[in-house]
């Protein structure tokens, strides 16, 4: 589908809308601008417009829809799959200016933000005043309008799940510029169809975020982490199943392996207290008392040491230890990029049962093919965050490569229940495994609801389906 | 639109599919499935077909399709707004056979079932193995089904959520009668956009659900319940907002007056223990140790007590003050029905802190049409049941104070930006409400996915929108 390139007299339009501050054209955008933080997808926009309030979105929907032009919506640019990544040129809508937070509702509990506020922003500002956003994902730059477009996951889903469960509601344009409001500060609604679910993790492609209402919860009072090593992953892995059903229900379980460890180490120039194991369990617990975090504690080590052939039970209690622990958990991927030209990810989740056997057939899959392939994951949820490196592999190696083991990775995790991605979101990247995965007829009926929000398809064109 | 009426072929074909002893024609048909609980709305199928497994409904379906007959699913029919209500006639497909838990898979947590189990049946099977399905609607003997059909709500709602938060994966037959799935057992995903997501709450328009698989967690070892009196229902319900964000979050708050308590009690034929306040606030707590709860009781006291104007707390603790005080709570729906000849339920979810303001407006528009409206809910999350008593008025003035009563409760409702149903769902009834609310642009939006869907309209056809 051809869309209409931009001329002189929209460049006019769009900076009578946003300002000739806000307005960059073509010969002026910065190349950071044309990908993502993964950059396997690129695509420079026409125009890339810095916006400030959603009338001006409303404005700029509507003549991009009277006009034919592509928008595609960008955050921080923190995605992994090209989803901001304009490939049919066009508009670049960039929402990192928007980045007010609007309303703290104490007694509703809710805090009312602009799209492009940073996670970590939220973070401070709720737990200042002893309120608590849960959602956790490992990027705290990203954009809470990102993170909604792609329902990002972290690492404390297992306890208080996925970005979905902590928006209460939306205000959205639509591709021909109306502002509709989805959901609000309410704690229920069975109000028709729930367009606002529909809304989040749709990627940009059905509308614009340009309001969200997120639920709070009172900040627990104590937490705990505990790193506990086992002789290997297996053990280590099968352990997680038996811990969370152990009656006490963790906020995270990382896994940490020795191989992936080393990265991190090298980045961060920093060691792991205690790194001289083959695989951990990077576990952590929170309550509103000690005592009931103690109690998970003792449970915990008794059930590891004495029934799942856990080495030993370190406690990370001092700031030092919490820092160097969680820094190295955090700068995984980080230092998986600085270790290699170029990588590309695999963001599958799968039942938490067959973790194990995955990643044993991920090992055979990289002697196969003769490619690195490290990886790190959220063991309580079974969402694995694995790597290829392209290392000192030739363009077509590494295109063949990748082609074939993103293949046999997903139809693998297909056998087992599992799905494309577990929070990075489908975008450019992983359109045909999507396909794969859901077949036919649900690609059709997503086509329909792409077709009902957007009939002239200029948002985000080309991505998700 | 016209659909075909169901002739001697079709019928035979339905024995066909489902058996003689499953096909009940026309003349046989019970009242009790020309309507739901509330018995507002009736209409008579043309046939009701008891079906036994998915590839029944998938047959049913595809002939459905391909002779435009209209297809209303019916679970336990304990609806309250007209959904299950076949009111074009065709077929009353009926899932409360398909009543087997088919997995319970410890070490992932979850429990796929059929969609004509009980609630109260996945209660008691999971909890005997101390885990634990959240959502607590008030009637147990809902189909799992229906819940997810309405997504439905409950008492637990603020610290657990509600139906959808508890749902990890949907069998789906569609309208033409394909067989699909969404989701499954994985805690994540960001696979394209989310199917379950929209199938959940759609009240049997868009697809047949025909398996769920449900999350489960660790049972709370340690419940607790306080039933505080307060001197008058202001007092009280103002009370919930800093009760919740006092640091500890309750399971559920619910909101009990004198007024509505006393045709408990008369139903019941039994009293609350010190039932002779104004107001009560019923507040629940778990936790996994006893120190935890006690924690919070202390904590809810001390706020309750010195700072929020209670007069008293007291313990809900002998198993014989549990179940007179829960049993109470749980008889309202019954009690009230009871009382009177007809009710009409207004099922609205509104912010927390407007729960005083818009009980005052509710006894304001009593007193004005000269209606008995007595309600109760859940304070804790916003939802109120509000129920119009018809008791001696005449048709013509029921029908008159009704409509006008409905349309300002829920004007006033969108004031606060508040829903038409918090839990029970828009079906035949509340249509008009519906549309008040969301506005022309959102209602074209449902048109379209429900087209994507369900391009004939004859899965329960003239619901929802």
Redesign the interface.
């Known amino acids: 589908m051809a869309y209409k390139s931009i001329d002189k007299e929209d460049v006019l339009f769009f900076k009578s809308i946003v300002g000739e501050k806000c307005t960059i054209e073509k010969s002026n955008i910065e190349v950071d601008f044309s990908h993502d933080e993964l950059q396997t997808i690129s695509g420079y926009p026409d125009i890339h417009l810095y916006v400030n309030d959603k009338l001006q979105i409303q404005n700029i929907m509507k003549y991009a829809n009277q006009h034919n032009i592509a928008v595609t919506v960008r955050g921080s640019g923190t995605g992994l799959v090209g989803a901001c990544v304009p490939v049919n040129g066009g508009v670049l809508l960039d929402t990192s200016q928007m980045h007010k937070i609007l309303e703290l509702?104490?007694?509703?509990?809710t805090l009312r933000v602009e799209p492009g506020v940073l996670l970590m922003d939220i973070a401070n500002y709720v737990e200042k005043v002893?309120?608590f956003y849960a959602p956790d994902p490992g990027e705290k730059s990203a954009t809470i309008g990102g993170n909604i477009s792609?329902?990002?996951?972290g690492m404390r889903?297992?306890k208080y799940?996925?970005t979905?469960?902590w928006v209460r509601g939306l205000e959205v344009v639509?591709a021909n510029g109306?502002l509709?409001s989805?959901g609000?500060?309410?704690?229920?609604?069975?109000?028709?169809?729930?367009?606002k679910?529909?809304m989040?993790?749709?990627e940009g492609t059905?509308g614009i975020i340009v309001e969200a209402t997120l639920k709070l919860?009172?900040?627990p009072?104590e937490t705990v982490s505990l790193l506990i090593p086992f002789e290997n992953r297996t053990n280590a892995i099968d352990a997680v199943?038996?811990i969370?059903?152990?009656?006490?229900?963790p906020t995270a379980i990382e896994f940490l392996e020795k191989s992936s460890l080393k990265f991190s180490e090298e980045y961060l120039g920093k060691k792991l207290p205690n790194d001289d194991y083959e695989a951990y369990l990077l576990i952590s617990y929170d309550?509103?008392?000690k005592?009931?975090v103690d109690?998970?504690v003792e449970v915990v080590s008794d059930l590891c040491v004495n029934q799942l052939g856990a080495i030993d039970v370190y406690l990370v209690d001092t700031e030092e230890r919490k820092k160097s622990v969680w820094s190295a958990r955090g700068a995984f991927l980080e230092a998986i990029k600085a270790s290699t030209s170029l990588i590309d990810e695999c963001?599958v989740?799968?039942?938490?049962?067959n973790i194990t056997e995955y990643l044993d057939f991920t090992h055979q899959l990289s002697e196969e093919l003769e490619i690195r392939i490290p990886y790190f994951g959220?063991a309580?949820?079974?969402?694995l965050h694995i790597y290829f490196c392209k290392d000192n592999l030739s363009d077509d190696d590494w295109l063949n490569k990748t082609n074939i083991g993103f293949k046999k990775m997903y139809d693998k995790a297909f056998e087992f229940?599992?799905?494309?991605?577990?929070?990075?979101?489908?975008g450019y990247a992983k359109r045909a495994y999507?396909k794969d995965?859901?077949?036919d007829?649900?690609v059709e009926?997503?086509k329909?609801?792409k077709?009902?929000?957007d009939p002239n398809n200029i948002l985000n064109p080309n991505k998700?389906?």
Chains 1, 2 share one sequence.
Do not use: C
């Not at 609000?184 to 367009?195: A, E, M, Q, R």
């Not at 799905?419 to 990075?424: D, F, I, Q």
């Open positions: 509702d104490k007694d509703n509990m002893d309120l792609t329902n990002a996951g889903a297992i799940g996925v979905r469960d639509l109306e509709v989805f609000g500060k309410v704690v229920k609604n069975s109000s028709g169809y729930s367009l679910d529909l989040i993790g749709s059905l919860i009172p900040l009072k199943p038996k969370i059903n152990g009656h006490t229900l309550g509103s008392t005592d009931s109690y998970d963001d989740v799968i039942p938490r049962t959220h309580g949820d079974g969402n229940g599992g799905k494309v991605s577990g929070e990075h979101g489908i999507l995965q859901v077949g007829i649900q009926l997503m329909g609801i077709k009902t929000f998700v389906i």
